[in-house]
RNA sequence: GGCGACGUAGCCAAGUGGUUUAAGGCGGGGGUCUGCAAAACCCCUAUUCGGCGGUCCGAAUCCGCCCGUCGCCUCCA
């Protein structure tokens, strides 16, 4: 049985989907800049979550979306000179690539904003004629105070957040914490014809629509970074029920902890961001995976360069323990039994992950003692899957290499057979440079691809 | 000002009332193996869970206070 915490009640809550299958959607990007490790982690928890719910044998019906219009993309498409439209598409194709570089399972649809927008005038004109939303100049806002549920999710008073004064005021609002759901376009912005003018939409109402539009009034898990439970996640409540009158709009709220940077190395405006693509030309997927899973999905989590350093020999040991492995075939149940507990717990990856180290022990001590060790090593590569890790060594960028390296390993062997020790050692930390890491065992002599260790600064 | 989270070994991080005199990883020390290394294996590396009180037969786990760190309340995974 898996345990779910869900945000709402604050407690672990037993999972059980709704329908035949889970209906899960996570909210996505922004896409108005890189996809950095912040990304990457909230991604990888939810990734992590996806699997393990599939091991468990639910279908998962995943729906992810992409904002594609908003205050940012304006503002930076207007400084390279793109439209709106070039600069979303830009970074949407990089999101897809980064994910599927870190090994995150796609979706099964990406809708955008933009896409949505009649379906989005629509639930926005019936919100107003139920009492729920005016129009004002052309915006439309939500009437919070016609919501009395407000704020349940995320345990806050409209009391409260009116005393803070930050809650950002505008005159043409009933009350401060009243939220657009349609706005009034300027001049050069995007815009769409609606019943209020030329406009576009506020940020919440498209995860509502799209949410409404591909899984169903009820969805059995909205996850997203614990920077959304408000107002965002707030608002599409408020929304969603308002709109369908029906409650409750999502069944499981799940949110991640958020990714800390701890570097000294803080980086200019926007402070210190760290690309996927950055991580990934220094580290291996898998290690960043292993960071990300080290810890539970619910805390935060500080990234560091020397974290990851030490994430990356941690692969590495799965990994030797792996090697050779079937992709399939018989469990050791044990494992896999501890495995299951410790995920069914509101998925406690750092658990699980410890199960996957006690196997390679299991496994290399076996070897040592020269007992079959199949089933062990297929339980690992199996659990490691549902975890989403490769386990894969990094290729090697030319084919050409590989010979190249054989070669050398066979002219180092002659060597070590005519006890030329001093050059045989030679060739072996030559090529240690290189990331090729050498073993002479009593069967030969083993080559590998080594991870890139950490030596050069991040770039600026 | 309001809401919330967290503080466990050199570092990361599970555990949240007895089965733990605290998992797992990284790092470190010693050993086995090896021409030497590497990998792997074995042993060691927190008598203790931020501090102080309290509840209890029993607390890292519950309560109170204090100290410290962080997040959200504005765009954000």
């Known amino acids: 049985m898996v345990k779910v915490f869900n945000t709402i009640s604050g407690q672990k809550e037993e999972f059980t989907p709704l329908g035949p299958s889970v209906t899960m959607y996570v909210c996505g990007v922004t896409p108005y800049d890189a996809m950095h490790v912040g990304h990457a982690m909230s991604y990888i928890s939810f990734d992590a979550i996806r699997r393990y719910l599939e091991f468990r044998g639910h279908r998962v019906k995943h729906v992810q979306n992409f904002t594609d219009v908003d205050d940012k993309i304006i503002a930076r498409a207007r400084e390279r000179g793109l439209s709106p439209q070039e600069l979303a598409e830009t970074y949407i194709l990089q999101y897809y690539a980064d994910t599927a570089a870190l090994n995150i399972r796609p979706a099964h649809l990406y809708p955008r904003a933009t896409q949505e927008i009649p379906q989005i005038i629509h639930i926005v004109s019936q919100l107003i004629s139920q009492g729920y939303a005016y129009a004002v100049a052309g915006d439309v806002y939500f009437r919070v105070s016609r919501f009395p549920r407000y704020g349940r999710l995320s345990k806050r008073r409209q009391e409260d957040m009116e005393a803070g004064a930050r809650v950002e005021v505008s005159e043409a609002k009933e009350n401060p914490s009243d939220f657009a759901l349609w706005k009034a376009s300027k001049a050069g912005e995007p815009a769409w014809l609606s019943p209020w003018g030329d406009g576009r939409p506020g940020w919440h109402i498209e995860c509502t629509a799209m949410a409404l539009h591909y899984l169903g009034e009820t969805v059995d898990i909205h996850g997203g970074g614990q920077d959304l439970v408000f107002p965002h996640h707030e608002n599409e409540i408020a929304q969603s029920e308002a709109f369908t009158g029906k409650e409750p709009f999502v069944r499981y709220w799940i949110h991640n902890g958020l990714l800390l940077m701890d570097e000294e190395k803080m980086s200019k405006s926007l402070g210190n961001l760290v690309t996927v693509k950055e991580v990934l030309s220094r580290h291996s997927a898998d290690a960043l995976r292993l960071l990300v899973l080290s810890s539970h999905y619910r805390s935060p989590l500080r990234y560091t360069e020397a974290a990851l350093a030490g994430m990356e020999r941690g692969v590495e040991r799965l990994r030797q323990a792996a090697v050779s492995g079937p992709a399939q ?132």
Do not use: C, H
Request: hydrophobic residues 40%; glycine residues 6%.
């Open 329 to 460: 075939g018989e469990i050791l149940e044990e494992y896999q039994e501890q495995f299951m507990a410790a995920m069914d717990d509101d998925f406690n990856t750092p658990q699980a992950v410890a199960v996957l180290f006690d196997l390679a022990r299991e496994i290399n001590r076996g070897q040592e003692a020269g007992a079959p060790v199949v089933k062990a090593k297929a339980t690992l590569r199996r659990l490691a899957g549902v975890l989403g890790f490769t386990l894969e060594e990094t290729s090697l960028a030319a084919p050409l290499v590989e010979p190249l390296i054989q070669l050398l390993v066979q002219v180092r062997g002659e060597l070590r057979k005519a006890r030329q020790w001093a050059l045989s050692d030679t060739i072996r930390s030559q090529l240690e440079e290189l990331d090729i890491a050498l073993e002479d065992t009593s069967q030969g002599t083993l080559w590998r691809r080594r991870a890139a260790k950490e030596q050069n600064e991040p770039p600026d």
